[in-house]
């Protein structure tokens, strides 16, 4: 159960204290604070844990300083959308809004390789209208002899070009808790000039030590991927590590899943899921058509099976998309077969809005009937 105060009752009032007190002497009920710092106001709530079963929602509600009760099922606490769950399904950071209502394109490199294509890339994305990147300097690798990313070395010109270019988000994906010291340090350096939101890799979805660090720290956002080879649910219990952590801006990115049966793609496409994310939890939903898709295959209709498939997210209310571009594909040092040409990057944006827009008819519709 969580109890959200009211405004007027904040954490240090005497209202909350004698609350706290009424709280406290309740058996086999142990109480934990939380406080969500929005852009307009704190939200205060006060979780109950264990025995709450027992509890009266009436009796709980009509205690002084409260607004409202939440009953929470077992599932996903502070990420889940329980009964009368009306706490936000957004956040924002360093500008941009992320939630389950907006949509934003996270377009870049999947790897940094050199400072020109990232100068290449943020460029062609100012030119395009959009704000947000995807940088990789960190890299997991199946095969210890392939590039494994340039590390904290590229950060600085990284973060310098997203300055210039007006970048405000940058996706990263980090595989030890020592690259967010590296990040921050690399950010400090520069001067702030743009913001990051810390990638969990597939590879790392059930990586819980490095979830709890991820989690513990309020500064970046968080973009999880779902792991490729386990259950919905397991994916999104890791999201909720993140939160139990302390962090709650975080984005549950569906990325396909290993199996043969998703052939010739390189994972079986997984935007399906995305009404069923948006249902279960308040977390935004990212699609990554890159990773699910592997390949430039085109149909016969002219369109590329990426293309194809980053409209099904999109038209299902995906909130964000990561996808790899690159000014010369071929000479990429990782994943160059499944990036975009900087070429089809107007015509990439562009089919995204009208995906964007049957959504948004689609909702309007369903609201009529
Ligand atoms: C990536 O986005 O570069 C990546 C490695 O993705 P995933 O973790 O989904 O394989
Ligand atoms: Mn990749």
């Known amino acids: 159960?969580?109890?959200?105060?009211?405004?007027?009752?904040?954490?240090?009032?005497?209202?909350?204290?004698?609350?706290?007190?009424?709280?406290?002497?309740?058996?086999?009920?142990?109480?934990?604070?939380?406080?969500?710092?929005g852009a307009q106001q704190t939200v205060t709530e006060i979780y109950l844990i264990g025995d709450t079963k027992s509890l009266d929602m009436a009796d709980i509600q009509s205690l002084p300083g409260v607004d409202r009760v939440v009953r929470v099922s077992e599932e996903y606490r502070i990420l889940g959308r329980h009964a009368d769950d009306r706490r936000p399904t957004y956040f924002h950071y360093n500008g941009i809004r992320f939630g389950q209502d907006t949509l934003n394109i996270f377009a870049g490199l999947?790897?940094?390789?050199?400072?020109?294509?990232?100068?290449?890339?943020?460029?062609?994305?100012?030119?395009?209208?959009?704000?947000?990147?995807?940088?990789?300097?960190?890299?997991?690798?199946?095969?210890?002899?392939?590039?494994?990313?340039?590390?904290?070395?590229?950060?600085?010109?990284?973060?310098?070009?997203?300055?210039?270019?007006?970048?405000?988000?940058?996706?990263?994906?980090?595989?030890?808790?020592?690259?967010?010291?590296?990040?921050?340090?690399?950010?400090?350096?520069?001067?702030?000039?743009?913001?990051?939101?810390?990638?969990?890799?597939?590879?790392?979805?059930?990586?819980?030590?490095?979830?709890?660090?991820?989690?513990?720290?309020?500064?970046?956002?968080?973009?999880?991927?779902?792991?490729f080879g386990i259950t919905l649910e397991e994916s999104l219990n890791a999201a909720e590590y993140l939160a139990s952590a302390g962090n709650r801006n975080v984005v549950f990115g569906l990325r396909g899943m290993k199996t043969n049966l998703g052939d010739p793609h390189r994972n079986f496409v997984d935007f399906a899921h995305v009404?069923?994310?948006?249902?279960?939890?308040?977390?935004?939903?990212?699609?990554?058509?890159?990773?699910?898709?592997?390949?430039?295959?085109?149909?016969?209709?002219?369109?590329?099976?990426?293309?194809h498939i980053t409209a099904q997210g999109v038209v299902a209310g995906a909130n964000m998309i990561l996808v790899d571009f690159h000014p010369q594909p071929a000479r990429a040092l990782v994943d160059g077969p499944q990036a975009l040409h900087m070429s089809e990057l107007a015509h990439f944006v562009e089919?995204?809005?009208?995906?964007?827009?049957?959504?948004?008819?689609r909702v309007a519709l369903a609201e009529k009937h």
């Open 351 to 361: 089919d995204v809005g009208i995906a964007r827009e049957a959504y948004e008819k």
């Open 275 to 307: 009404p069923v994310v948006k249902r279960l939890t308040r977390m935004p939903v990212c699609i990554d058509p890159s990773h699910s898709v592997g390949s430039r295959d085109r149909a016969p209709d002219g369109l590329l099976d990426m293309f």
């Open 1 to 37: 159960m969580i109890i959200i105060t009211k405004p007027e009752a904040p954490r240090g009032s005497q209202v909350f204290a004698e609350l706290m007190e009424y709280l406290g002497a309740l058996k086999r009920i142990r109480t934990r604070v939380h406080e969500e710092h």
């Open 110 to 227: 999947c790897a940094v390789d050199t400072r020109e294509h990232v100068d290449i890339m943020m460029k062609a994305l100012q030119d395009s209208g959009l704000n947000c990147t995807r940088m990789g300097a960190y890299k997991p690798r199946t095969n210890p002899y392939s590039f494994q990313g340039h590390g904290k070395a590229c950060l600085p010109y990284v973060f310098e070009l997203a300055g210039k270019y007006g970048i405000r988000v940058i996706a990263m994906e980090v595989t030890h808790e020592a690259h967010l010291e590296e990040i921050q340090t690399a950010l400090e350096e520069t001067g702030r000039p743009t913001g990051v939101m810390l990638q969990i890799g597939t590879r790392n979805t059930q990586n819980f030590e490095l979830l709890k660090k991820v989690g513990r720290q309020h500064e970046f956002p968080v973009l999880l991927k779902r792991g």
